[in-house]
């Protein structure tokens, strides 16, 4: 089982990288394989809904599931679809998700059900001070549109501080990372139990109706 571990701060290694090692300690000490992503500090561009990664081929063909743009979005799709879950990172930017994760998670999860469905996800933010209940708000959404299990900690997956030092000053958010990652790890290996278990038994998996959109002016 394995875990991607994306970290959307500009500092490779800073307050949220600091936050993810925590929960990546503790993912590796349950026996789950993890690998941390960072998205670096070139420009990653915004959906521009031209809708090319959901379009079938012209005979047919499956759609790719693929961005246009060939950027580190296709990467981390590529070994998304390998994944068993994912724990998404982000500095506190105005309230919200810094604007590069905004982007990229725009386009990973945009048309993508198919490779995050049922797979367990969290996300951690951290901030200096405030803004954090929005900015994890916004990227509990992103699974919640996905069928996607989310996973908690005993306290919102937040930590505080303007330096990794000062972050590793935060005993409650720190705590708060590592039962996150116990509690991820817990899961995945329930969820592999019981499906294994319920497949054996019969039980199908949920039935995915055709999509439905209703429209608020017809």
């Given at each position: ?17 600091t ?14 394989e993890?690998?941390i992503?960072w ?17 079938k ?15 580190p ?7 998304a ?11 506190v ?5 810094s604007g ?5 998670v ?10 995050f469905?049922?797979?367990p996800?969290a ?7 405030g803004?954090t ?24 997956n ?5 330096t ?8 409650e ?18 969820l592999l ?26």
């Amino acid at each position: 089982m394995k875990v991607l571990l994306v970290n959307g701060s500009p500092h490779k290694e800073g307050c949220t990288y600091t936050a993810l090692k925590e929960v990546e300690k503790e993912l590796i000490n349950s026996g789950i394989e993890t690998e941390i992503i960072w998205l670096g500090v070139k420009p990653i561009s915004g959906c521009l809904g031209c809708a090319q990664c959901i379009k079938k081929g012209p005979n047919g063909e499956p759609a790719s599931l693929r961005c246009f743009m060939n950027d580190p979005v296709n990467d981390f799709l590529d070994k998304a679809e390998k994944a068993d879950g994912f724990i998404f990172g982000s500095p506190v930017h105005y309230a919200a998700l810094s604007g590069a994760l905004t982007s990229f998670v725009d386009r990973a999860f945009y048309g993508k059900g198919k490779i995050f469905r049922y797979k367990p996800a969290a996300g951690i933010v951290s901030a200096r001070r405030g803004g954090t209940t929005a900015a994890f708000d916004q990227i509990n959404k992103y699974f919640t549109i996905s069928s996607m299990p989310v996973v908690s900690s005993k306290y919102w997956n937040m930590v505080h501080g303007s330096t990794p030092d000062q972050v590793r000053q935060d005993e409650e958010g720190m705590q708060v990372m590592r039962e996150l990652g116990r509690n991820m790890a817990w899961l995945l290996k329930c969820l592999l139990r019981c499906i294994e278990a319920g497949r054996a038994a019969g039980i199908p998996d949920p039935v995915k109706e055709k999509p439905v959109m209703t429209n608020f002016i017809r």
